[in-house]
């Protein structure tokens, strides 16, 4: 027996002899029977990866799909919502305008009108988050005003203040829609 244990260590073929005869193939019988175990343990995990993938992907199309749905629908709420904000910017501006004629034109009844159109959009601009940026007498801020020039100052109050608005700028809901364009007194 030691004579097959020196020539296993050295590699050697062992005869095909009373030798062969005398190993005991109890432990080659166990050793085949766990390998034989393992690589049916190996084939079902491969076979319940390839399962969990084509699940994965499944879901994953699923899902990608919704996604890209949800996307599309964000992307078209956020260009109504700007072309709204361009319509409600475009009313302002209508009715800002038609209170300057009225001024202009001296006609009480016009600029009756004016005012109550005013304050009628004042209150719908309210309910829909938009709001006017304050201005006339404000030290500018770039965040909210845009300086389209600079004037001389008729009091010295009026020093780095903003004297004139050109046109009016808004936010909505917090956010700039649109800064307000002012002249300041230098």
């Known amino acids: 027996m030691e004579d097959i244990h020196k020539r296993l260590q050295t590699f050697e073929p062992v005869d095909q002899g009373q030798e062969v005869a005398a190993l005991n193939t109890e432990f080659a019988d166990q050793f085949l029977k766990v390998f034989t175990r393992m690589a049916k343990a ?39 919502v700007e072309q709204l904000q ?44 938009l709001q006017e940026i304050p201005a006339i007498g404000q030290v500018p801020d770039p965040m909210y005003h845009f300086v389209l020039s600079t004037r001389q100052p008729e009091k010295q109050s009026e020093y780095d203040r903003i004297v004139e608005v050109v046109e009016a700028g808004y936010t909505m809901y917090g956010e700039v829609v649109r800064k307000a364009n002012v002249i300041v007194a230098k």
């Open 42 to 80: 190996q084939w079902k995990t491969q076979q319940k990866a390839d399962l969990s993938a084509r699940k994965v992907a499944e879901h994953l199309d699923e899902h990608g799909e919704l996604l890209n749905n949800l996307k599309q629908q964000r992307a078209k709420l956020e260009d109504q």
């Open 86 to 129: 361009r319509f409600i910017l475009e009313v302002c501006d209508l009715i800002t305008g038609f209170k300057a004629s009225a001024e202009a034109s001296g006609d009480s009844e016009m600029k009756s009108a004016a005012e109550t159109m005013t304050r009628a959009l004042q209150k719908s601009m309210a309910k829909v988050g």
